[in-house]
């Protein structure tokens, strides 16, 4: 699926250009190391900041064979974790009703989780408390995911994705926390390869079932439910280039 018409506001890119929007964008600039693209006329400032303020990042770039919409959707996705990532980023077992803040300012959507529980190895090792966690879409291409403990952000997963050849995507993931950097270096070491495992298992499926789609879904008809939170206002901006106002709570068991 490729990006639709860009409004006039900065979206973080990764080349190749010409292969996305069919030219080289007329307005683009690196901050933080990482490239931006005005999508229409003249920016009138600078490119936000992708690192929170106060945190340390770490940085690692791969690809994937997959849909846009299926990896965007897929890490905005809590309901395949006990399943994909069983043991590592949550246990199977009894679920608990969680009610999800769903939002939309016309900009970015997001779903708000407060009380999920998370049984798996890495929240057992790495949980610092954890008791909120928030996941965004931010078009065109980039996915947030916070981990807080009593309000204060311990952890957030940035992955950038971009269209690169049919099938196939580029991913940029920025791992940033308060820790100061040499510190969050040392907890990289035994959390980068968990949160790498957990990565791996995802560019797996994505793999498969795209090759599945290819082989008996290529016009991608696109379904959803409730259950789907953020999924049917990405495929919408995806489709129309707009984002729906919204504000709803929806109950989950997570």
Same mark, same amino acid.
């Given at each position: 699926m490729r990006w639709p018409a860009l409004g006039p506001q900065w979206f973080l890119w990764s080349p190749p250009w010409e292969?996305?929007?069919? !030219? %080289? /964008?007329?307005?683009?600039? +690196?901050?933080?190391?990482?490239?931006? %693209?005005?999508?229409?006329?003249? /920016?009138t400032s600078a490119p936000p900041s992708v690192v929170p303020p106060g945190c340390s990042a770490l940085w690692l770039r791969t690809a994937l064979d997959g849909d846009l919409f299926d #990896?965007? !959707?897929? =890490?905005?996705?809590?309901?395949h974790t006990p399943f994909i990532h @069983?043991?590592? +980023?949550?246990?199977?077992? %009894?679920?608990?009703?969680?009610? +999800?803040? $769903?939002?939309?300012?016309?900009?970015? #959507?997001? #779903?708000?989780?407060r009380g999920a529980r998370r049984s798996g190895l890495?929240?057992?090792? =790495?949980? =610092?408390?954890?008791? !909120?966690t928030e996941g965004r879409f931010r078009p065109p291409g980039t996915v947030e995911l916070d981990y807080r403990a009593a309000g204060v952000l311990r952890l957030r997963i940035h992955l950038a994705f971009t269209p690169t050849t049919p099938g196939r995507l580029g991913l940029t993931v920025g791992l940033f926390s308060p820790l100061p950097q040499g510190v969050a270096v &040392?907890?990289?070491?035994?959390?980068?390869?968990l949160l790498g +495992? @957990? &990565?791996?298992?995802? &560019?797996?499926? $994505?793999a498969r079932k795209s090759a599945h789609e290819d082989r008996w879904f290529p016009e991608r008809r696109y379904t959803h439910t409730d259950n789907d939170l953020l999924g049917p206002l990405i495929l919408q901006w &995806?489709?129309?280039?707009?984002l729906a106002p919204r504000e709803r709570d929806v109950t989950v068991l997570l």
């Open positions: 292969r996305v929007l069919g !030219e %080289v /964008p007329a307005q683009r600039a +690196v901050s933080e190391g990482l490239t931006w %693209v005005y999508g229409r006329g003249e /920016p #990896a965007l !959707e897929n =890490f905005l996705d809590p309901m @069983a043991g590592l +980023v949550r246990s199977e077992g %009894v679920r608990t009703p969680v009610v +999800v803040r $769903l939002h939309s300012d016309g900009l970015c #959507a997001s #779903a708000l989780y890495i929240r057992r090792v =790495f949980g =610092f408390g954890i008791d !909120e &040392l907890a990289g070491v035994p959390l980068g390869p +495992v @957990a &990565l791996r298992q995802d &560019l797996a499926i $994505l &995806l489709r129309t280039g707009t």
